[in-house]
Each structure stands twice: as C-alpha cells, then as structure tokens.
Nanobody
C-alpha cells in the first residue's frame, strides 16, 4: 500500500528527491521512514520522521532531509551531495509504534538510486 517514486541515476554531487505515499487503506500511522539496501549489504535506516521529530543515519546527516508531504501519510527524502556510497535500493516504511514497540508497518516496493563517480 506504499508507492515510491523519484529514484534514478545521478552523478556524484548531484541531487535526487524521493517521494512516498500510503494508500487510503492503511491503518493509523505515526512514523514514516526511509531505509536503503546497498548491493550485498543489509537494509539500514536512512531517516525517519514522527511526532517526536526526525532522525538520520550519521552517514547522511547534513546531506539528506526527510519531510512530510502535503497530503496525509506522504513523506519525501531530499538527497543532496550524493556519493557513490549512497547507491542502493531505497524503501519507504510507514509504521505505528506504541512507545518504542513496533505494532505494525507497511513497506514500499523499493526504488533504485545509483550514484556514479
């Protein structure tokens, strides 16, 4: 029930903007996030946004910005000064947490981001 868009190929130092929208059929969501999975590596958290604020992986701080979209249950990820190490499949997550405990979540199909050197 999540649809992502905005991936592609960019040169090192370039920018991309990812967008994600949840369908109307999802249950209540209080956190949205972007994860990525580089080739041959495990999926990792890139950034998240909730009523508590935003959170970023150290590797993207100062370069990436996560924000809510204008429509309900939408989220964007502005990626600037991209590096070849940012090459990965990026996944959107929409989740409901009760405190620190994940109750349920939804995932997008993933969008490829490739940064050439």
């Amino acid at each position: 029930p999540l649809v992502e868009s905005g991936g592609g190929l960019v040169h090192s130092g370039g920018s991309l903007r990812l967008s994600c929208a949840a369908s109307r059929g999802v249950f209540t969501i209080n956190t949205m996030a972007w994860y990525r999975q580089p080739p041959g590596k495990q999926r990792e958290l890139v950034a998240s946004i909730s009523t508590s604020g935003t959170n970023y992986a150290d590797s993207v701080k100062g370069r990436f910005t996560i924000s809510r979209g204008d429509a309900k249950n939408t989220v964007n990820l502005q990626m600037n000064n991209l590096e070849p190490e940012d090459t990965a499949v990026y996944y959107c997550q929409a989740a409901y947490y009760n405190g620190d405990t994940l109750q349920y979540d939804y995932w997008g199909q993933g969008t490829q981001v490739t940064v050439s050197s």
